[in-house]
């Protein structure tokens, strides 16, 4: 190999390290943070019941498939997952460790009934949205947020109806608190307000939609216990 070729491939591989960056998970110092006592830990460093009034820049539906219980200190990445912005045809990345199905609405692991507990799915379903504080600047980094699979259904419901009045909602501010009915952290969505900084909202969305679509930090996937086995797919769904 002549030195022209080790200069073209380490050139090659310059190029290809600088995009990782782009290829993974968002710094987690830019995520809002739901504890189980019913608070918001925000980025800013600061912490409270809520709720709390965010512009919703955009949003996308993510489904999380883990074989290894979550760890603070020693983070796993999922076996497989899957971003879109279309929730109707969601289909697991290449990029997986091991991807479960061709097609989310079909895997094993996206049935009820399949979670440890046997009630919910296995795989973890969740809305990810992308936020501003109502008081952002154009310097203002972008919040991510995750939808848990309890309020999800509010969460559709809620951007539904802002679509048929207002339109997408960034056109808004949206007031997120938690079920005050429920024991856990279960997030409620409301009260939309028109947002007198649509301009901005609108200027970030490209940057949003990059945040939303960055896939899981797979440097530690050596790390997986063994994914079980999916199970029979017939043409009606799962075979039992």
């Given at each position: 190999?002549?030195?022209?070729?080790?200069?073209?491939?380490?050139?090659?591989?310059?190029?290809?390290?600088?995009?990782?960056?782009?290829?993974?998970?968002?710094?987690?110092?830019?995520?809002?943070?739901?504890?189980?006592?019913?608070?918001?830990?925000?980025?800013d460093?600061?912490?409270?019941?809520?709720?709390?009034?965010?512009?919703?820049?955009?949003?996308?539906?993510?489904?999380?498939?883990?074989?290894?219980p979550?760890?603070?200190?020693?983070?796993?990445?999922?076996?497989?997952?899957?971003?879109?912005?279309?929730?109707?045809?969601?289909?697991?990345?290449?990029?997986?460790?091991?991807?479960?199905?061709?097609?989310?609405?079909?895997c094993?692991?996206?049935?009820f009934?399949?979670?440890?507990?046997?009630?919910?799915?296995?795989?973890?379903?969740t809305?990810?949205?992308a936020?501003?504080?109502?008081?952002?600047?154009?310097?203002?980094?972008?919040?991510?947020l995750?939808?848990?699979?309890?309020?999800?259904?509010?969460?559709?419901?809620?951007?539904?109806?802002?679509?048929?009045?207002?339109?997408?909602?960034?056109?808004?501010?949206?007031?997120?608190?938690?079920?005050?009915?429920?024991?856990?952290?279960?997030?409620?969505?409301?009260?939309?307000?028109?947002?007198?900084?649509?301009?901005?909202?609108?200027?970030?969305?490209?940057?949003?939609?990059?945040?939303?679509?960055?896939?899981?930090?797979?440097?530690?996937?050596?790390?997986?216990?063994?994914?079980?086995?999916?199970?029979?797919?017939?043409?009606?769904?799962?075979?039992?």
């Amino acid at each position: 190999m002549s030195s022209t070729d080790l200069v073209n491939i380490e050139a090659e591989l310059q190029k290809q390290a600088l995009a990782i960056a782009s290829r993974v998970a968002a710094p987690s110092g830019n995520r809002i943070r739901i504890t189980q006592a019913k608070t918001f830990k925000l980025p800013d460093g600061t912490e409270g019941p809520g709720p709390i009034d965010v512009v919703i820049v955009d949003f996308a539906a993510a489904h999380y498939y883990y074989t290894t219980p979550y760890s603070e200190n020693n983070p796993i990445p999922p076996v497989c997952f899957a971003l879109s912005f279309d929730a109707n045809t969601l289909a697991p990345s290449p990029n997986s460790p091991s991807k479960q199905a061709e097609l989310c609405a079909v895997c094993p692991q996206n049935q009820f009934e399949t979670a440890p507990n046997g009630k919910g799915k296995a795989c973890r379903n969740t809305r990810q949205l992308a936020v501003l504080p109502i008081n952002a600047t154009d310097d203002t980094p972008i919040w991510l947020l995750s939808v848990s699979p309890t309020a999800i259904q509010a969460f559709d419901k809620y951007v539904t109806a802002v679509a048929r009045k207002f339109g997408p909602p960034m056109k808004v501010i949206t007031k997120i608190g938690f079920d005050p009915t429920a024991s856990f952290a279960s997030m409620r969505f409301g009260d939309p307000q028109p947002n007198p900084a649509l301009e901005l909202a609108f200027k970030r969305q490209d940057e949003a939609r990059q945040l939303l679509m960055q896939e899981p930090d797979l440097s530690n996937a050596s790390a997986l216990t063994t994914a079980a086995a999916p199970r029979a797919i017939t043409r009606g769904g799962i075979k039992r």
